[in-house]
């Protein structure tokens, strides 16, 4: 019926009199073979399917009084939680962003819901995230793909607004600074998949760094960074297929040619057993700082990446955080000394009575987050690792420990622990949905053996077999293509989860060499 573009339902059915013969006969009528077209007069699709929408759907109001308690965080008796959950069009303002597009001629537009208050051009207002404040310079309503620009807008609507460079998806724009934020939105999966992309003419080069830019802010899950050995601008993301989407895009929506290197897998280092104390000198020998690794604890790390625990550098005693690594089973006073947390790695100050302290914690956390970001194995990023700063002994003139003493010290103390407690690769594995008809779940099977695959369930849903199954990312590349072919073109397959896992062990040194190579690393700069 989609297809001929007429819909039916039984309440339009009552009201425009239509009945199931009718239908049958518009299909049926030999003299006329084209009669259903007159379906799609008497009962057009969009009619019937909108007017269901709205019968069925929960308009705002109705929605947010029990959407509101399970989205946001803050005081449902407070002024603005009573503003959120009644939809309130007096209300402060609540908006949160869930897609920034940029449009040829009206530049960046924010869209995503208002929840509370009304939007009107030339409001004054606040970004949490970004902790900045922002300017409505213009406002859209969405009319299907069109947008239309209007005056103001209350709660409850999908909005477009225009002049809030700084907002991103998931933040939460309020009137002023003082109101509770929605939490910010968190993806489920990390980039596992890098490229270095360049400018085919140098003079576009300007252009590039803007479009991705842009394209960062599109798709949250594209992160884009500068080698600075290399100045290469690398992309990271999902997959293969993802990154071409995106250069495509580039391509043919952004009006700049470029051209990227292979696909290139992201791996992690982590490390398998707890190390000894170990010394870190600086180079004018006055200063020694004392370290110990081991890996973190699964109910640490699940805590971690579901934001359980507060990201970054911690500033200040943060009593939530005691209060879930109490639950963890940690002590109370180690709670208390986490000062850092960097890409799931976790920083321990475990000293006590060092009276500076205080004075050098900031060179330690650069360098901690340093070695995070790029560790001794390979220079990979690591995971999973608790670093714990167990003593020290500091010049006391502080001339003597600036940073060009402690982070080399740092440095030098968290690689030597590091590569004496196990260190190995962890590779990134994708679980992927695969559908194909029943005649080729041989070969999808055979597809995914063949790339160091496991297969972790197999349905039968009518004609088409549906695999579930684990493949490490760096076998994945030209993957759509092979099960385009093996399956006669009709599977398909989909991203379910994301995980990192142990690199097998006949494949940790040829892994290694390979990043090495590839990286044109030097032993000097690898290992303790």
């Known amino acids: 019926s989609a297809f001929h573009n007429w819909a039916i339902s039984l309440s339009y059915m009552r009201k425009k009199n239509i009945g199931f013969k009718d239908i049958i006969d518009a299909y049926t009528n030999e003299s006329n073979p084209e009669a259903y077209k007159e379906l799609a007069k008497k009962a057009p699709l969009h009619e019937v399917v909108l007017d269901m929408v709205i019968e069925h759907n929960p308009n705002p109001v109705q929605a947010q009084a029990y959407r509101i308690p399970k989205l946001w965080q803050g005081d449902l008796e407070s002024v603005d939680g009573k503003s959120l959950i009644s939809c309130n069009p007096k209300g402060r303002t609540y908006f949160v962003i869930t897609k920034v597009v940029v449009d040829p001629q009206a530049g960046e537009i924010a869209a995503g819901r208002l929840f509370s208050g009304t939007i009107k051009k030339g409001d004054e207002v606040w970004l949490n995230m970004a902790n900045s404040p922002g300017r409505i310079q213009q406002v859209y309503i969405y009319n299907g793909a069109k947008k239309e620009i209007v005056d103001n807008v209350p709660a409850g609507n999908i909005i477009g607004v225009g002049g809030l460079k700084a907002g991103i998806p998931g933040e939460t724009v309020t009137s002023d600074g003082k109101s509770e934020p929605f939490e910010k939105l968190s993806h489920m999966f990390d980039p596992v998949v890098t490229k270095a992309i360049e400018a085919l003419r140098p003079g576009d080069l300007p252009k590039l760094i803007e479009v991705l830019h842009q394209v960062q802010k599109e798709d949250p899950t594209i992160t884009i960074e500068i080698n600075e050995e290399t100045g290469e601008h690398l992309m990271h993301g999902m997959g293969e297929l993802h990154l071409e989407v995106i250069e495509n895009r580039i391509k043919k929506e952004k009006g700049v040619d470029v051209k990227t290197s292979p696909p290139i897998v992201v791996y992690r280092e982590t490390i398998t057993k707890e190390s000894p104390e170990v010394e870190g000198k600086s180079p004018n020998k006055h200063n020694k700082l004392y370290f110990k690794v081991e890996p973190l604890e699964q109910g640490v790390v699940d805590a971690i990446k579901g934001n359980k625990l507060?990201?970054?550098?911690?500033?200040?005693?943060?009593?939530?955080?005691?209060?879930?690594?109490?639950?963890?089973?940690?002590?109370?006073?180690?709670?208390?000394?986490?000062?850092?947390?960097?890409?799931?790695?976790?920083?321990?100050?475990?000293?006590?009575?060092?009276?500076?302290?205080?004075?050098?914690?900031?060179?330690?956390?650069?360098?901690?987050?340093?070695?995070?970001?790029?560790?001794?194995?390979?220079?990979?990023?690591?995971?999973?690792?608790?670093?714990?700063?167990?003593?020290?002994?500091?010049?006391?003139?502080?001339?003597?420990?600036?940073?060009?003493?402690?982070?080399?010290?740092?440095?030098?103390?968290?690689?030597?622990?590091?590569?004496?407690?196990?260190?190995?690769?962890y590779e990134p594995l994708q679980v992927m949905r695969i559908e194909a008809p029943n005649e080729y779940v041989g070969e999808v099977s055979k597809l995914v053996t063949s790339r160091r695959g496991q297969l972790l369930e197999m349905n039968q849903e009518g004609d088409v077999t549906v695999v579930v199954a684990k493949l490490p990312v760096g076998e994945l590349f030209g993957w759509s293509n092979d099960l385009r072919s093996g399956t006669g073109g009709r599977g398909n397959s989909s991203l379910v989860d994301q995980a990192f896992e142990k690199l097998p062990g006949e494949l940790q040194d040829k892994i290694r060499n390979l990043i090495i190579q590839r990286k044109g690393l030097s032993a000097g700069s690898l290992g303790a």
């Not at 089973?329 to 976790?346: F, M, Y």
Request: aromatic share 6%; net charge neutral; hydrophobic share 40%.
């Open 310 to 425: 507060p990201k970054g550098r911690y500033k200040k005693k943060d009593n939530e955080a005691i209060a879930v690594f109490r639950e963890l089973g940690w002590d109370t006073k180690v709670a208390s000394k986490v000062k850092g947390e960097i890409n799931g790695n976790l920083f321990v100050d475990e000293t006590r009575g060092i009276v500076q302290i205080n004075e050098i914690m900031e060179l330690v956390l650069d360098m901690f987050e340093d070695v995070m970001k790029a560790g001794p194995l390979a220079k990979e990023p690591c995971i999973n690792v608790r670093v714990s700063l167990m003593d020290c002994t500091l010049h006391e003139d502080a001339i003597h420990r600036g940073p060009a003493q402690m982070y080399p010290a740092v440095r030098e103390g968290l690689r030597s622990a590091i590569m004496q407690a196990g260190p190995v690769l």
